[in-house]
């Protein structure tokens, strides 16, 4: 099936970039995970991708992206022209002082070239975020006032007393991130781009877009609504491949489900060996959604197609893992392929 002349407009109009979660494969280690993260980075940026984003994490085996900053230092020092930044930093848990800093520092390395998209949640469980804030004191309902407060140290007209150096009139694009109607209510009201989480949060994909596009009051930062989306994809030379290497992910997933978060596992041949049934049908109720995609480049091109043309998505970001690299490597050169 040939994608329509719609949707082929839709796509190629729409930048993809790569969300990276850094995951650390079982038997292997932090080190290389990072040098896969830069392998990748480097390609994304010789394919045409548009960012490469990491995600703050903590407490979590197969996730090597905690120290967010010092990880999109590592790869935007070896990489050219790709825009590098967060997906995001988890604000509550920071000082937005020292984020100021940090980006700000970030920024004069590679200017030009950092997004700071920020979050509400702690990336993290309960206990995690206590030992990350010392206090529990923050639900997340200050996240606006947190925001307002970094963007402030960030402004070269900043009144508070205190300046960010480096911050201070860098060139540091502030992106909301959300899973929930809440980001996205803020994002409109203060005139920020938007990413939602869709590969996190499918079911509320549609709402938290209408609700972005509908309350949206331009900015000095921004005259329309700009909003990215997130898919998970898994793309291989065959769909059945693709499936296979998929189950990486949903082991992934199912061992969160349980409270048991460990390394990226192998792939497996039959998900019911391993998981009681009720297990795998509450994680393929949501993979049902159209932003989880798994396939051949013709399928995938597909489905990315048919996302683009549904959502209206001014971009696209992929989160795209496998437990063997040169699959990892091979799924985003399938999605690469596209942009040509």
Same mark, same amino acid.
């Given at each position: =099936?040939?994608?329509?002349?719609?949707?082929?407009?839709?796509?190629?109009?729409?930048? %993809?970039?790569?969300?990276? !979660?850094?995951?650390?494969?079982?038997?292997? *280690?932090?080190?290389?995970?990072?040098?896969?993260? %830069?392998?990748?980075?480097?390609?994304?940026?010789?394919?045409?991708? *548009?960012?490469?984003?990491?995600?703050?994490?903590? #407490? =979590?085996?197969?996730?090597?992206?905690?120290?967010?900053?010092?990880?999109?230092?590592?790869?935007?020092?070896?990489?050219?022209?790709?825009?590098?930044?967060?997906?995001?930093?988890?604000?509550?848990?920071?000082?937005?002082?020292?984020?100021?800093?940090?980006?700000?520092?970030?920024?004069? %390395?590679?200017?030009?070239?950092?997004?700071?998209? !920020?979050?509400?949640?702690?990336?993290?469980?309960?206990?995690?975020?206590?030992?990350?804030?010392?206090?529990?004191?923050? #639900?997340?309902?200050?996240?606006?006032?947190?925001?307002?407060?970094?963007?402030?140290?960030?402004?070269?007209?900043?009144?508070?007393?205190?300046?960010?150096?480096?911050?201070?009139?860098?060139?540091?694009?502030?992106?909301?991130?959300?899973?929930?109607?809440?980001?996205?209510?803020?994002?409109?009201?203060?005139?920020?781009?938007?990413?939602?989480?869709?590969?996190?949060?499918?079911?509320?994909?549609?709402?938290?877009?209408?609700?972005?596009?509908?309350?949206?009051?331009?900015?000095?930062? %921004?005259?329309?609504?700009?909003?990215?989306?997130?898919?998970? !994809?898994?793309?291989?030379?065959?769909?059945?491949?693709?499936?296979?290497?998929?189950?990486?992910?949903?082991?992934?997933?199912?061992?969160?489900?349980?409270?048991? +978060?460990?390394?990226?596992?192998? +792939?497996?041949? #039959?998900?019911?060996?391993?998981?009681?049934?009720?297990?795998?049908?509450?994680?393929?109720?949501?993979?049902?959604?159209?932003?989880? =995609?798994?396939?051949? +480049?013709?399928?995938?091109?597909?489905?990315?197609?048919?996302?683009?043309?549904?959502?209206?998505?001014?971009?696209?970001?992929?989160?795209?893992?496998?437990?063997? #690299?040169?699959?990892?490597?091979?799924?985003?050169?399938?999605?690469?392929?596209?942009?040509?």
């Amino acid at each position: =099936m040939e994608l329509t002349h719609k949707q082929t407009k839709r796509f190629k109009d729409t930048p %993809l970039s790569v969300l990276d !979660l850094a995951p650390i494969t079982q038997g292997s *280690n932090a080190s290389e995970t990072f040098k896969r993260s %830069l392998d990748l980075a480097q390609k994304a940026d010789d394919w045409g991708f *548009n960012r490469y984003w990491l995600a703050e994490h903590h #407490n =979590m085996p197969g996730i090597g992206s905690s120290a967010t900053s010092i990880i999109i230092n590592h790869i935007a020092q070896g990489t050219k022209h790709i825009r590098v930044g967060s997906g995001g930093i988890m604000l509550p848990n920071h000082a937005p002082l020292m984020i100021a800093e940090q980006f700000g520092t970030l920024d004069a %390395l590679h200017p030009g070239r950092i997004d700071l998209g !920020l979050g509400r949640a702690p990336g993290s469980d309960q206990l995690t975020a206590r030992a990350l804030r010392r206090t529990l004191f923050s #639900n997340g309902d200050d996240f606006p006032d947190l925001v307002e407060e970094l963007e402030a140290y960030l402004s070269e007209e900043a009144s508070t007393g205190v300046k960010a150096y480096p911050g201070v009139g860098q060139d540091v694009p502030i992106w909301l991130l959300g899973s929930s109607g809440f980001s996205a209510r803020l994002a409109a009201q203060r005139g920020l781009p938007f990413s939602f989480a869709s590969h996190f949060a499918p079911d509320y994909m549609h709402q938290a877009i209408d609700l972005y596009r509908s309350r949206f009051e331009p900015s000095e930062t %921004l005259s329309k609504p700009h909003i990215m989306l997130g898919v998970s !994809l898994v793309a291989a030379d065959t769909d059945e491949e693709a499936e296979y290497l998929s189950t990486s992910r949903k082991q992934q997933m199912l061992d969160l489900m349980r409270g048991k +978060p460990g390394q990226f596992k192998p +792939p497996v041949k #039959n998900l019911a060996d391993h998981y009681a049934p009720g297990e795998i049908a509450a994680l393929e109720r949501n993979r049902g959604a159209s932003s989880y =995609m798994t396939g051949s +480049p013709e399928t995938i091109k597909q489905q990315l197609g048919a996302f683009i043309d549904e959502t209206k998505a001014d971009e696209v970001i992929i989160s795209s893992d496998a437990f063997d #690299n040169d699959a990892r490597v091979r799924s985003h050169e399938i999605v690469a392929e596209l942009l040509t």
